[in-house]
């Protein structure tokens, strides 16, 4: 299973809202990503875990929480969020320790916030 | 400057045609990334590379390191190749994880 899954595919929610971006992978890679990506822009990192540990946090507003609460699977938590948040939230997975490792990407959750 | 520089931003082939696209890159890196993304959609790895050359069916992807440049060509290429092809690269040796460093993309447009 070479495959990084992410639900749901799209979500919109209102500004009051709180929900959940859900990743998985069962490739054993312990290191996983959270990019955001706006309309014809490459992706930026908001967030990396290894080893379930938050290693990496890019200034994300803390409307944004993520959790990571097994090697497998990586949460985003998504709490009174600005229109200015819609965008496609990518995951990604890789193995630790050597920083060649590819990255493997998942098909993203296309968010719009109203 | 971006880190990263990829040409062309835009570019439309006719279906059959080989297709180039390049990445520039000024910092010193552990690998680089060739990405493809299609309209709305996840991003696929074709690429990882930190010397040579790699070719993955119709795809062919070189790199140099003295240069810090790298390509990717498209051979007969297809409209189904259309998609933003995206370069990365991961600056850094060693150690846990360096940041992917994208570059804007390259739009790709193959006619039938």
């Known amino acids: 299973d070479t495959e990084v899954t992410q639900t749901p595919k799209h979500l919109v929610m209102g500004m009051t809202n709180k929900k959940s971006l859900k990743c998985e992978q069962h490739?054993?890679?312990?290191?996983m990503y959270w990019y955001k990506q706006k309309a014809k822009k490459p992706p930026e990192l908001m967030f990396v875990y290894s080893y379930e540990k938050l290693s990496i946090n890019e200034s994300v507003p803390s409307r944004f929480s993520p959790e990571c609460p097994n090697s497998s699977l990586l949460n985003l938590h998504l709490h009174a969020l600005q229109p200015e948040d819609s965008a496609l939230y990518l995951c990604a997975s890789s193995q630790v320790g050597l920083s060649y490792n590819e990255q493997f990407f998942g098909p993203g959750t296309r968010l719009t916030v109203l | 400057k971006n880190e990263v520089e990829q040409s062309p931003q835009n570019l439309t082939a006719q279906e059959g045609e080989f297709i180039t696209i390049n990445c520039s890159y000024s910092v010193g890196i552990s690998a680089l990334h060739w990405l493809q993304q299609h309209p709305g959609g996840g991003i696929v790895s074709l690429f990882m590379l930190s010397s040579g050359k790699k070719k993955h069916g119709r795809l062919i992807a070189t790199i140099n390191i003295q240069e810090k440049h790298s390509s990717l060509h498209i051979t007969a290429s297809h409209p189904r190749d259309s998609a933003v092809y995206i370069c990365a690269v991961r600056s850094g040796y060693g150690g846990s994880q360096g940041n992917l460093i994208f570059g804007k993309g390259t739009k790709l447009s193959v006619k039938p």
């Open positions: 490739m054993g890679h312990r290191a």
